[in-house]
């Protein structure tokens, strides 16, 4: 993994006024400034000496502690459920929120408080455990060895890692059987690959491969109850068998007398219009309040929400429904939308390990059921997700934000983003932006306060140029800025920001520097040889057709009007404010998404005039435009295969 850092220069920003984005118009608590904690002398070290001394095998206490953290340290501060350093002692309740504005309530009577129960194992300051690697990892290993004991069952640094299922799935502090038994059976997975990686604070570590047959019957010793009832009056969750899910549903009734209702629409999906997304959210929020808010029939819905301590998970309306999450009718037509508990300009603080797996094993369970294929293309953030008319571009959310770590995720997701230097990048080249995270962080401002520049943590983009110079002004977004002002450093402010995972046509190179076709013009960003952000792959690519000098671009697919039957009314489609010029050219990320309206307007509506799709014959593509998606119609462009 490189370490070449990336935290560019300040620049002056100007704050932009879009609204923190997911189910909630509160801000952010308040952050605290974090500065790089203690570093033992070798992280690999401790924990030799810790599996030596509590009789843990080595690869189970480094498996444990990359479930939980990837062994990072935190630099001393807990997490959203109150864990600390690589081991993620905890200070308070798992599933508990934590008050980031107060941090965590340390009250000893909680017996789930593991800090506490590890300065009882080992003798050593809660204050140690909290700010020394080698001690968090120390502590770690004596409550594996304790759970291990409670379960009469052998300890010794050579017993098999397999004999260790039930103190794994204890360690989790699960509420259930079922989501201790996800932990360990990802901590078992982690011991079959085996990994490597740098953690935040330099410490190179590698763990190698050891395949196992874990002894799950040992699940029983452990007295914990089963896991969430999954079928109600209402209906069942549609969610992994090994995940933690329950059903919570969204009302679908009506409100008042006027005909108004909510909170989603009925449908029956992929008959009424197919699944092609998945959509991440964060919530703006803490989990309680997000599920009282789906379950107000006069707000809005999505189909899942997470926890982000445990990633304990809700289903609040069925996959063949509509929920009303997106902004965006034709995408809320074609998606599932899954809120995760988190703040995105806090990020790492809320994105846990925990949140990460399990919203990757629920995306992986989603798309296989409907088809969608794991791409960045259809997986995508609601900060992708394009406005409907020029007017509402501005208004669209930028959600789960920079610091959501697009490569880990599709690490998870078994589809990892394209990365390889085999082809050369050279103008007319299909290139995927990748530019890592823990070492890419690059200056944001007004986290917290407006104009304060924001505590540095890995970011998932690059900024972009408007010429190959450090110093030159970010591109232009004039969706977001219609009098023409450069884009900004304001954490909100998406107008030149290439994420992991886009692609993007090069248009030209020059030294280091790479300038891509953006929002319709060039945009520039460094990309030096010996470490390089942009990996070219042949795709396909959309180009004005010959003689067209512009074609419009819009934020989704309606069908032509000679497709509305009697009683429907005709759907315009209005081009937004950009545009694709001659000799311009962009990535397709999806080449067969259906033209359609799905007409949803009336409570329990009835076909032919309600709940009903249209389709129509005038052929879009999806293409890579900006930081959003957008659509093209067909016969503006031709489609061609760039290499």
């Known amino acids: 993994m490189r370490r070449r850092p990336k935290i560019l220069a300040a620049l002056a920003a100007v704050a932009l006024p879009i609204s923190m984005t997911g189910v909630s118009s509160l801000g952010p608590p308040a952050a605290t400034a974090a500065s790089p904690g203690p570093v033992a002398a070798s992280a690999a070290e401790a924990f030799r000496a810790a599996s030596a001394k509590y009789g843990v095998p080595e690869s189970v206490l480094m498996a444990v502690s990359y479930a939980e953290s990837r062994w990072d340290d935190h630099q001393g501060k807990s997490s959203t459920s109150g864990g600390f350093g690589p ?15 107060t941090g965590p309530k340390l009250a000893k009577a909680d017996s789930l408080l593991t ?93 190698p491969a050891v395949k196992v047959t874990p002894d799950k019957a040992q699940l029983a010793k452990t007295a914990l109850p089963a896991g969430p009832a999954r079928m109600t009056a209402d209906g069942a969750a549609q969610c992994p068998a090994d995940l933690a899910c329950e059903w919570l549903p969204a009302p679908y009734q009506l409100n008042g007398t006027d005909g108004d209702y909510g909170n989603h629409d009925k449908a029956n999906r992929p008959k009424t219009g197919k699944i092609d997304y998945i959509i991440i959210h964060d919530t703006e929020g803490g989990w309680q309040g997000t599920l009282n808010m789906v379950q107000d029939p006069t707000y809005v819905s999505w189909q899942y929400t997470m926890r982000s301590s445990d990633g304990y998970t809700w289903q609040h309306v069925n996959w063949n429904d509509v929920a009303w999450h997106a902004g965006n009718w034709y995408v809320n037509m074609h998606s599932i939308g899954i809120e995760h508990e988190g703040f995105a300009a806090q990020g790492a603080t809320w994105y846990t390990e925990a949140l990460y797996r399990n919203s990757a094993k629920l995306v992986k369970y989603l798309a296989k059921k409907n088809n969608i294929p794991l791409d960045r293309a259809h997986i995508i953030g609601h900060d992708q997700v394009p406005g409907t008319l020029p007017s509402t571009v501005r208004g669209m959310h930028w959600d789960p934000g ?5 490569e880990h995720y599709f690490d998870l997701l078994g589809a990892p983003i394209y990365g390889h230097k085999v082809f050369p990048v050279k ?19 007004g986290c917290t306060t407006a104009g304060v520049q924001c505590t540095p943590q890995g970011t998932n983009f690059v900024y972009l140029r408007q010429a190959p110079d450090d110093a030159a002004p970010l591109v232009k977004d004039i969706g977001l800025r219609p009098n023409g002002a450069d884009s900004t450093t304001q954490v909100s402010d998406i107008g030149a920001r290439a994420a992991a995972g886009s692609e993007y046509v090069v248009a030209e190179r020059s030294g280091d520097w790479v300038a891509i076709w953006y929002l319709g013009a060039k945009a520039w960003f460094k990309s030096p040889a010996s470490a390089p952000d942009a990996f070219a792959k042949p795709g396909l690519v959309v180009k004005p057709k010959a003689g067209k000098t512009s074609v419009p671009v819009y934020g989704r697919a309606y069908p032509e009007q000679a497709a509305y039957p009697a009683g429907i009314p005709y759907q315009p489609v209005t081009p937004l404010q950009y545009s694709i010029g001659e000799g311009q050219a962009y990535p397709v990320g999806d080449a067969s998404i259906e033209t359609d309206y799905y007409r949803a ?17 005038d052929r879009y593509y999806q293409i890579w435009f900006g930081h959003r998606m957008a659509y093209v119609r067909a016969a503006d462009v031709d489609l061609k295969l760039a290499r």
Request: glycine share 8%; no cysteine; proline share 6%.
């Open 402 to 406: 920079p610091y959501w770590d697009w």
């Open 115 to 207: 800090l506490y129960k590890a300065a009882e194992l080992t003798g050593i300051d809660p204050v140690a455990l909290r700010n020394d690697t080698a001690a968090n990892i120390e502590g770690g290993a004596a409550l594996l060895a304790s759970y291990q004991r409670s379960m009469d069952l052998p300890v010794g640094a050579s017993t098999s890692p397999a004999e260790w299922y039930g103190a794994v799935s204890i360690y989790a502090g699960a509420a259930d059987r079922t989501s201790a038994a996800a932990f360990a059976d990802d901590v078992y997975a982690i011991l079959a690959r085996g990994a490597a990686r740098t953690t935040n604070t330099g410490q190179q570590l590698v763990m």
């Open 427 to 445: 103008p007319g080249s299909v290139v995927t932006v990748k530019p890592g995270f823990a070492d890419n962080q690059q200056v944001l401002v």
């Open 87 to 101: 081991m993620h002692l905890t200070a308070v309740s798992p599933g508990r929120t934590v008050d980031r504005s």
């Open 601 to 617: 307007t009336t409570f329990d509506g009835q076909p032919p005039t309600d709940h009903v799709q249209v389709l129509g014959n």
